[in-house]
């Protein structure tokens, strides 16, 4: 019998999967998504790209044919990628670049259900636009928290068709800069600084200038207090100051920044996106994807309650919300009861303060409704703080997956990643030793995943590299603040490629012990093993020293990136190479390693 059933699965399985095919073609031509025209990365004719949707288990196969004038990659944010690592699409880690003219096809299987997207690889290029959203629906009779939100028959009926066919959101910030323009400001002021012009929703958005007095008064308190007596700019950029440039400071020549680029603010205006739902349906579920580069979001919709049941693709137990902050390369979906006036209700999109005082917007239309009725009644301000005390704010410090997902009591490696900037103001490291830089582009051609094994051949600094045995947990500590000279350290966001990860401590100062079974045993109050939260991106303390305690499972063998997802950060050497399952390395198909 229990044979039979293991088929009847099996053929179930195989039933709601399907080989699906689709092209990607990349050009490099004008365009104003923000009202100001430069040149940037369309795909399919579209910024930001069309969106890609399969079902879990999907066989894909996705040809990539670059038609721009430089080289690059594609990245699928979140997904597994197992037996197909050569297909993450990471220059000098899993693959070569795709060159002008050229094509690639990338092979995977579309795991684990949820919510994705895929985006550039090789330099700053996200920043010219070159993103899309992905989203894999859930083989039928996957467990769903959907009861935890309504145990009425009829709500769960929609609120199960809603969660199948999401509207996707993408969000992003937008420079009238490209991403060569933004280097070379880099390194002739200096500077790294969080400045952009917009904040876009489905590649729409304006460049709005509400005078310098009136951001100085929208500026956080904490903020305020943190740059006095300094103020932000008529752009909402915030000055460069000890407290967050440190001994760096006097290497900053501002002089040196194009004019527009961090004040001058000049604006301009775009339609802005408007998502249509009809209220027949019940629920709509809005799942937000974070393409910015550098910034910080809140997301808020005018009116509406959001039920957050998934984050970074994983079931979590749904939380009511208002508002909920996002940060690069992160995905929540929400579900909203469609139960108000048939009207036009606004949605916010504001830095979340620490990058920008800045804002985008969105409409949420009912169909059927009144359209622009006046102004509807906002959760957030332009700051993205509360404005009512009503707002409850996601927690996304407790955040229990759905079904309850734990690790291992005990891992079997502990490595200490050290982070800081190392050199110049816009260099940044993330390392065993703190200090090295990973190069991206002097290996894009000598990936480490073709060499055998997972030994290094091209150079690489052993202090940007992380070896690990299959089927171990391994624990990975972020730490920042542990320089004496540089207490402060701003936000990371990591992302590490193939594998989620358990969020399983914290805590402040520097981390000092042997390994986290050690830590386990000395301060157990830091550590949640019961119900972690469980995801792909993860952010640091904006704090002094602290450090992140992160586990997982080394279940997929390869070549995997391990970064910090604020571009800028990328860009300046932050990122390590992970090699996964060393004693078990994939063999890669000899027509990608002999690929010109």
């Given at each position: 019998m229990l044979r039979l059933i293991i088929i009847l699965c099996s053929v179930a399985y195989v039933a709601w999967t399907a080989e699906v095919r689709t092209n990607l073609t990349l050009t490099w031509e004008p365009g104003n998504p923000n009202g100001n025209q430069r040149e940037l990365i369309k795909i399919n004719g579209e910024m930001p790209g069309p969106e890609l949707r399969f079902d879990e288990g999907d066989q894909v196969e996705v040809l990539v044919q670059n038609d721009m004038p430089f080289n690059t990659t594609v990245h699928w944010h979140g997904l597994l990628m197992r037996d197909s690592p050569w297909s993450d699409g990471v220059p000098g880690l899993t693959q070569k670049p795709i060159e002008p003219g050229q094509s690639f096809i990338y092979r995977f299987t579309a795991e684990p259900a949820g919510t994705y997207w895929?985006?550039?690889?090789?330099?700053?290029?996200?920043?010219?636009?070159?993103?899309?959203?992905?989203?894999?629906?859930?083989?039928?009779?996957?467990?769903?928290?959907?009861?935890?939100?309504?145990?009425?028959?009829?709500?769960?009926?929609?609120?199960?068709?809603?969660?199948?066919?999401?509207?996707?959101?993408?969000?992003?910030?937008?420079?009238?800069?490209?991403?060569?323009?933004?280097?070379?400001?880099?390194?002739?002021?200096?500077a790294a600084t969080f400045c952009s012009d917009s904040i876009l929703v489905n590649g729409h958005g304006s460049t709005y200038c509400p005078g310098q007095e009136f951001l100085i008064n929208n500026t956080r308190d904490d903020m305020t207090y943190f740059l006095a007596p300094a103020h932000v700019t008529d752009k909402g950029c915030l000055p460069f100051v000890f407290p967050t440039e440190g001994y760096f400071l006097d290497y900053i020549n501002t002089s040196a920044l194009p004019e527009h680029y961090y004040s001058g603010?000049?604006?301009?205006?775009?339609?802005?996106?408007?998502?249509?739902?009809?209220?027949?349906?019940?629920?709509?579920?809005l799942n937000w994807i974070m393409a910015a580069l550098n910034k910080m979001m809140v997301v808020s919709v005018d009116e509406h309650d959001m039920w957050v049941y998934e984050a970074d693709g994983q079931f979590i137990a749904p939380q009511k919300v208002q508002a909920l902050t996002m940060y690069p390369g992160q995905r929540y979906a929400a579900l909203i009861k469609l139960n108000k006036e048939r009207k036009d209700y606004t949605i916010r999109v504001p830095d979340n303060g620490l990058a920008q005082v800045q804002a985008g917007y969105a409409v949420l239309s009912y169909k059927g409704g009144s359209g622009w009725a006046g102004d509807t009644k906002p959760w957030i301000t332009w700051n993205g703080n509360y404005s009512s005390p009503e707002t409850v704010f996601l927690n996304d410090t407790i955040m229990p997956t759905f079904p309850v997902i734990a690790p291992a009591r005990y891992s079997d490696q502990t490595i200490v990643v050290r982070m800081s900037r190392s050199g110049q103001p816009y260099l940044w490291s993330m390392s065993k030793d703190g200090t090295a830089l990973y190069p991206q582009d002097d290996f894009a051609y000598t990936p480490l995943l073709f060499n055998t094994t997972g030994a290094l051949g091209n150079g690489i600094n052993e202090n940007l590299v992380i070896r690990t045995e299959n089927n171990t947990y391994v624990d990975i500590i972020l730490q920042v603040g542990w320089r004496k000279d540089e207490l402060q350290?701003?936000?990371?966001?990591?992302?590490?490629?193939?594998?989620?990860?358990?969020?399983?401590?914290?805590?402040?100062?520097?981390?000092?012990?042997?390994?986290?079974?050690?830590?386990?045993?000395?301060?157990?109050?830091?550590?949640?093993?019961?119900?972690?939260?469980?995801?792909?991106?993860?952010?640091?303390?904006?704090?002094?020293?602290?450090?992140?305690?992160?586990?997982?499972?080394?279940?997929?063998?390869?070549?995997?990136?391990?970064?910090?997802?604020?571009?800028?950060?990328?860009?300046?050497?932050?990122?390590?190479?992970?090699?996964?399952?060393?004693d078990v390395w994939p063999t890669v198909p000899p027509e990608l390693v002999f690929r010109h």
């Open positions: 895929y985006h550039s690889h090789s330099r700053m290029t996200l920043l010219d636009g070159l993103y899309g959203p992905l989203h894999i629906r859930p083989n039928p009779g996957s467990p769903t928290p959907y009861s935890l939100i309504s145990s009425n028959h009829e709500d769960l009926e929609q609120l199960n068709r809603a969660a199948r066919e999401p509207v996707l959101v993408t969000l992003s910030d937008w420079t009238n800069w490209t991403s060569w323009d933004y280097m070379d400001i880099f390194e002739t002021s200096n603010c000049i604006g301009s205006s775009s339609p802005n996106a408007t998502i249509e739902v009809d209220p027949s349906d019940g629920w709509v579920s350290e701003i936000t990371h966001i990591l992302h590490k490629h193939a594998s989620k990860m358990w969020i399983i401590g914290s805590g402040t100062g520097v981390w000092n012990y042997t390994d986290t079974n050690q830590a386990l045993d000395l301060i157990p109050e830091n550590f949640n093993l019961e119900s972690p939260s469980y995801r792909d991106t993860f952010t640091t303390s904006f704090a002094g020293p602290s450090w992140v305690a992160l586990r997982y499972h080394v279940n997929v063998p390869g070549a995997w990136f391990f970064h910090c997802h604020v571009e800028i950060h990328l860009g300046g050497g932050m990122a390590m190479a992970i090699l996964d399952g060393v």
